[in-house]
């Protein structure tokens, strides 16, 4: 089993639409938590970063972590076509971002 | 973007060849990785580096080979190719420091082995 696991998608929405996507780990000792965004051909950007658990806000993106349920989110709001993209979780037990594991991303494409 | 470049972008070779991909940074970053990416398995780290001829091994590491003689370069070799190792291969760098050390990837290579 995976230590990373995340909704495979693909995700299909029209513009305006309230994206949610998920992550789930069993690694307790994960305590960083990223969400990459991958243009198709493109190298992954790092979107949000989290420490341990709460919620963090950056314009129409918000990132939850749950920690006792071992559950991470990205919510999009208003989406754009421009933010269709392949999203990737990743997180880690330490600063060292080298060290992260990642899930498999999910495809969203936001449909004008 | 941040200033990584890595070469070649494409490459098609056939088992057995030999082939070295390079990445080349302009942010005199300490920290540099390699990974490689596939369909169900995500990014997967293969080697990194924390300075001048100080590399360790990732995740998936058997069959390739690294070696980074300057700050700004971090080369993958692949010994002798197989069709397993066909990807897509990303570079990446980070400082760090601060809360966290954010890695900046490069635009990666796609590699083909027949």
């Known amino acids: 089993q995976k230590e990373v696991e995340q909704d495979p998608g693909p995700l299909s929405v029209p513009e305006g639409a309230i994206v949610s996507l998920n992550c789930t780990y069993s690694n307790s000792a994960f305590q960083y938590f990223m969400w990459y965004r991958q243009y198709s051909r493109k190298g992954p950007e790092l979107l949000m970063y989290?420490?341990?658990?709460g919620n963090k806000e950056d314009g129409r993106f918000t990132a939850q972590v749950d920690k006792s349920s071992k559950y991470i989110s990205l919510f999009i709001r208003d989406s754009q076509p421009s933010d269709s993209a392949t999203y990737l979780c990743a997180m880690s037990a330490n600063t060292n971002a080298g060290k992260s594991t990642f899930g498999d991303g999910t495809t969203l494409t936001v449909k004008p | 973007d941040a200033g990584i470049t890595q070469s070649p972008r494409h490459k098609v070779t056939e088992t057995g060849t030999p082939v070295t991909l390079r990445c080349h940074q302009t942010?005199?970053?300490?920290?540099m990785y390699w990974y490689r990416q596939d369909p169900g398995h995500g990014l997967r780290l293969i080697h990194y580096?924390?300075?001048?001829?100080?590399?360790d091994k990732g995740e998936v590491s058997d069959g390739y080979s690294v070696s980074r003689s300057k700050t700004e370069d971090f080369l993958l070799t692949l010994e002798s190719a197989t069709s397993s190792q066909t990807s897509v291969y990303f570079c990446?760098?980070?400082?760090?420091?601060?809360?966290?050390?954010?890695?900046?990837f490069g635009p990666g290579t796609r590699l083909t082995v027949l």
């Open positions: 580096s924390y300075g001048v001829k100080d590399t």
């Open positions: 989290t420490y341990s658990s």
């Open positions: 942010e005199n970053h300490r920290y």
């Open positions: 990446a760098i980070s400082e760090p420091g601060g809360s966290t050390d954010t890695q900046y």
